[in-house]
């Protein structure tokens, strides 16, 4: 059974462009999460998505920042304009159920924006 | 607002010894999950053990073990016979459950560095 995965591993972008994460959740799995990490930092909530739906998105920045989880294909974490202050891992976790209480957590993507 | 606190940011430990790593948090729920994660320099977040709010008995997972006193909002981490490979990142991590969305998701410590010399 394969984890979750998340490409790409390493994005680089410049100023002002788009950057587009990927995860595909476990097999099974329909809930997904999105967090970002810092250097030298825990891990942030940023939004939590079942297919078709956005559950919690208090954890998102107002702007720039947008999440889907279509009914079919990967979870897309999008990113406008990018700016420095973006670069960051960028990690999916899924569980399999509303109430499950392990996340399997994805790779991550290192954004870096020059 | 729940917050997760790991005051130690790095911590080393002779192989084969015994390290313990702290970890407190800020909560008004009863009912929550506390959990310990390693991330090595793959950055890949991988599960060291769990433990159930509503479980007196502390959780453990062959050479880790916890040290849960709930009252106390304090969840250390003790990793026996300490190996090379566990030398990583230790975060420990809370699972919320705001009840106006139901929501699960984590809340994460800054983490703590673990060094194992050999």
């Known amino acids: 059974n394969a984890g979750v995965m998340q490409n790409p591993r390493h994005l680089v972008r410049r100023r002002g462009q788009e950057a587009r994460l990927r995860c595909s959740p476990m097999?099974?799995?329909?809930?997904v999460y999105w967090y970002r990490q810092l250097p030298e930092e825990g891990l942030k909530f940023m939004v939590y998505?079942?297919?078709?739906?956005?559950?919690?998105e208090s954890g998102m920045p107002k702007e720039r920042f947008s999440a889907e989880f279509p009914k079919e294909g990967p979870s897309i974490l999008r990113i406008q304009q990018v700016v420095r202050g973006d670069s960051a891992a960028y990690f999916c976790?899924?569980?399999?159920?509303?109430?499950?209480?392990?996340?399997?957590f994805g790779p991550g993507t290192r954004l870096t924006v020059t | 607002a729940q917050t997760v606190t790991q005051s130690q940011p790095e911590m080393s430990v002779q192989e084969a010894e015994t390290v313990t790593l702290s970890c407190t948090y800020d909560?008004?729920?009863?009912?929550?999950?506390l959990f310990w994660y390693k991330q090595p320099p793959s950055r890949q977040m991988i599960l060291v053990i769990r433990?159930?709010?509503?479980?007196?008995q502390n959780a453990t997972e062959n050479r880790f073990s916890v040290n849960f006193q709930k009252a106390a909002k304090s969840f250390s981490l003790k990793i026996s016979d300490s190996q090379l490979g566990d030398a990583a990142m230790y975060f420990c991590?809370?699972?919320?459950?705001?009840?106006?969305?139901?929501?699960?998701?984590?809340?994460f410590g800054t983490g703590t560095r673990l060094k194992v010399l050999a």
């Open positions: 976790a899924s569980s399999p159920a509303f109430g499950a209480y392990e996340q399997y």
């Open positions: 097999k099974g799995h329909s809930h």
């Open positions: 998505l079942q297919k078709e739906n956005i559950i919690d």
């Open positions: 909560t008004s729920e009863s009912d929550y999950y």
């Open positions: 433990q159930e709010a509503y479980k007196q």
């Open positions: 991590a809370y699972r919320s459950r705001p009840r106006d969305t139901g929501t699960y998701k984590y809340i």
